[in-house]
C-alpha cells in the first residue's frame, strides 16, 4: 500500500496553534495539548487512505474536507504522493465562505 506523505499549509499550523490559545485560555494547556494531538493525529492518518472525505471540487477543484469530533472540518488536496492540509476549522465557521474567498489554495 502507497503511503502518501502529509503537508501543512502556514494557514492549516496557524489555525491549529489559534485553536490550541483558544482552548488553553477556555480549558487549561493539557487539554488543548491532547485536542490538537488527537486533530493532528486524524491528519497523519490520511497518510495511507487520502481519497477519504467529502470531494468539494463546487469550492476548488480537488479539495476534500472530512469531520473529526464533530466540531472541527480538515480541509486538504492530494498532491501526487503528497496530502496537503490546507485550513482547519473550528466550531461553526462559515469555511465554506473563507475558502472561497481565498485564493491561494
Do not use: W
Not at 13 to 21: M, R, V
Not at 44 to 60: K, V
Not at 88 to 95: N, T
Amino acid at each position: 500500500m502507497e503511503r502518501y506523505k502529509i503537508r501543512f499549509l502556514a494557514t492549516a499550523e496557524s489555525d491549529l496553534l489559534s485553536l490550541y490559545d483558544y482552548i488553553a485560555e477556555q480549558s487549561g494547556l493539557d487539554v488543548a495539548g491532547h485536542y490538537i494531538d488527537r486533530i493532528e493525529t486524524a491528519c497523519f492518518s490520511l497518510e495511507h487512505s487520502p481519497e477519504r472525505g467529502t470531494r468539494r471540487d463546487d469550492i476548488r477543484p480537488g479539495l476534500r474536507t472530512i469531520g473529526f469530533e464533530r466540531r472541527v472540518t480538515i480541509v486538504f488536496r492530494v498532491h501526487g504522493t503528497y496530502v496537503v492540509i490546507v485550513r482547519i476549522f473550528y466550531g461553526g465557521r462559515d469555511f465554506e465562505g473563507v475558502l472561497r474567498n481565498t485564493e491561494d489554495l
